[in-house]
Every structure is written in structure tokens, then in C-alpha cells.
């Protein structure tokens, strides 16, 4: 046996607890399952390939009424070309046509003018990049004519010398030391 001096030392491990998961009841476990089960059998049901919305192609297109709207907005409650032209949409898109082909139908149909927006080729460009080059060349413009006032208005003034110039006569001079003096 081994006599020491020294008392012994406890190893004292701080034993970690276990949060312990609740256990559910069977039946909330079973509707549980239910839902999830609902949810994939809607899910699987569902269509492919679904029709596109109208307003994939009614947002592309310019009613032809006279109104200039886009036809999804058209004001006219009794819209005479908007009303069949939104039935033939939706009619071709849910025939399989795509949004695409139904606006190049229309195209060739009324030309280009039945775009809400110019195509972003050949000249149409400009009606893209113009309002841009239009701000930065005023952007540029205002810099410079900043610039210029601000030389304008710095090289007007001349910068005289006090002693080059005659501020008052003599007499105005002495005038003004006498009240300078009766003042104090």
C-alpha cells in the first residue's frame, strides 16, 4: 500500500445532459404522415407543363384599339380588338403555342408597332441607348458650363492695390479722421 501525503483527488466528471427528444403521441405522428402524404400526391398530380399565364404575351403587346396601353391594361371595358385578341391567347397557349410565336404572330400580323418595347436590334438601338447618352452628354455639358461660370465669374473681379489708388481726397479724408475722433 502506498501511504502519500498528498489526499487523493477525485476525477469528478460533469456528466453533459441529454436533452431528450418528446416523444409524439401515435396519432399526431399519423396525421403527420397524412399531410406529407396529401402534399406529394397534389404535388405529382399537378400538370407537367402548365400554360403559360395570358399576360406572358398580353404584357408584350400594344392594344390596338387606339387606347396606346399595354393590352393586359387597357381601359376599355368593351375593348373591341383587346377582349377576342386575350381569348386567342389564351386559347393558342393552352393549345401548346409558345408565348414567343404568339407575339411573332402579331408581329407579322401588325408589324412592330404592336410592341410595348422596340427590339433591341438594328435601328431600334436608339430608342435603347438614346436616353442614356442623352444624360451623360448633359452630365458632361453642366460639368463644363460650371466650369466656365465659375472662371467667368472669378476673372471679372481685379485685384488692386490699396496703395495704387487714391481712396478719398484729402479733404474727404480729414472729414472723416474728425468724426473718427468725435465718435470716440
Excluded at 33 to 43: D, G, P
Excluded at 151 to 162: I, L, Q, Y
Aim: charged share 20%; aromatic share 8%; net charge negative.
Amino acid at each position: 500500500m502506498r501511504s502519500s501525503t498528498h489526499p487523493r483527488r477525485r476525477v469528478v466528471r460533469a456528466s453533459a445532459k441529454v436533452a431528450s427528444r418528446p416523444v409524439l403521441p401515435w396519432p399526431a405522428m399519423l396525421l403527420g404522415a397524412v399531410v406529407v402524404a396529401v402534399a406529394a400526391l397534389l404535388f405529382i398530380a399537378m400538370p407537367a407543363s402548365a400554360a403559360p399565364p395570358v399576360s406572358s404575351v398580353a404584357d408584350e403587346l400594344i392594344c390596338q384599339c387606339g387606347c396606346g396601353s399595354v393590352l393586359t391594361v387597357c381601359p376599355h371595358q368593351e375593348c373591341g380588338w383587346g377582349i377576342p385578341a386575350k381569348q386567342y391567347i389564351g386559347q393558342q397557349l393552352e393549345a401548346g403555342r409558345s408565348p414567343e410565336d404568339l407575339v411573332q404572330y402579331y408581329v407579322d400580323e401588325y408589324g412592330e408597332q404592336v410592341l410595348a418595347a422596340p427590339t433591341k436590334r438594328g435601328f431600334n438601338m436608339v430608342a435603347w441607348v438614346a436616353p442614356f447618352a442623352a444624360l451623360i452628354i448633359g452630365a458632361v455639358a453642366v460639368y463644363f458650363l460650371i466650369g466656365v461660370w465659375a472662371r467667368r465669374n472669378g476673372s471679372d473681379t481685379e485685384t488692386v492695390s490699396v496703395r495704387e489708388t487714391d481712396l478719398a481726397p484729402e479733404s474727404l479724408q480729414r472729414r472723416l479722421d474728425d468724426e473718427l475722433r468725435e465718435f470716440d
